[in-house]
């Protein structure tokens, strides 16, 4: 009998839950001042009445061997560093980079790209079954700024959507073209500003590919070294 696995997607905005063998979806408020202790809770409440077997946890920060490596994400409170969801759940939990599981499920062929315009950028390059999380929103841009920054909800407010999608453009191209991607997935909830300009070897990504991506990455831990997380 195939497991059920319950996906924690942890946005900045909202964490969303999705039970990965049904169509069943649900979520609760995220925001800056948003710890661990809340998130478990809210994960009790709002999904207190499924049945599942294991959890896998899409964190938006880096992510090292499962473990979280930041106390203080950049769009979340504080108290995440070493956090052992594991414990807290009472569940077999994996814990792995959000951008990392979205790219794993959006992935066809060649050498992906994954980039999420969501409250910050998500990244994440498939390539011959490795995923590999990045953090390409840390990159320099304009006027000493960085990636994250030009694509941010500010940015937005600040120059208007029109400024907004032209510097998201660039920013996807220029990626692409520095990483020799064979093709990029985007994801998030503002990607979809940019569907009618995206180029050749640029399509959307589904957010339910994080419940795809979920399931690979636990078949594949289970299968040995063919492909891995990072």
């Known amino acids: 009998m195939k497991k059920k696995i319950l996906v924690v997607d942890i946005g900045g905005s909202n964490v969303k839950l999705m039970i990965s063998a049904e169509e069943k979806r649900r979520k609760f408020p995220s ?8 998130t478990i809770k809210g994960i009790k409440e709002i999904a207190g009445d499924w049945e599942y077997d294991a959890v896998s946890v899409g964190f938006p920060a880096p992510v090292r061997n ?16 070493k956090f052992d969801f594991e414990k807290a759940l009472g569940k077999p939990t994996k814990v792995v980079n959000d951008a990392a599981l979205q790219a794993l499920g959006s992935y066809t062929d060649g050498r992906m790209l994954f980039l999420g315009f969501g409250t910050g950028l ?3 390059l498939v390539w011959d079954g490795v995923v590999l999380s990045l953090e390409l929103g840390d ?23 029109k400024t907004w999608r ?14 020799i991607a064979d093709h990029v997935v985007l994801g998030g909830g503002k ?15 589904p957010n339910p590919n ?21």
């Open 122 to 124: 998500g990244s994440a």
């Open 139 to 161: 990159l320099p841009y304009a006027d000493h700024e960085i990636i994250e920054v030009a694509v941010s909800d500010s940015a937005l407010e600040k120059s208007g959507k």
């Open 210 to 230: 994080v419940v795809r991506g979920d399931l690979q990455h636990w078949e594949l831990a289970g299968a040995g070294p063919p492909a891995k997380g990072r």
């Open 66 to 81: 499962g473990v979280l490596v930041t106390d203080k994400p950049k769009h979340l409170g504080e108290g995440w560093l």
């Open 31 to 38: 925001g800056p001042k948003l710890g661990p202790e809340e």
């Open 191 to 205: 990607a979809e500003w940019i569907e009618e300009d995206l180029q050749k070897g640029v399509e959307l990504g």
């Open 166 to 179: 032209k510097d998201a453009i660039f920013i996807v191209e220029q990626l692409k073209s520095s990483f």
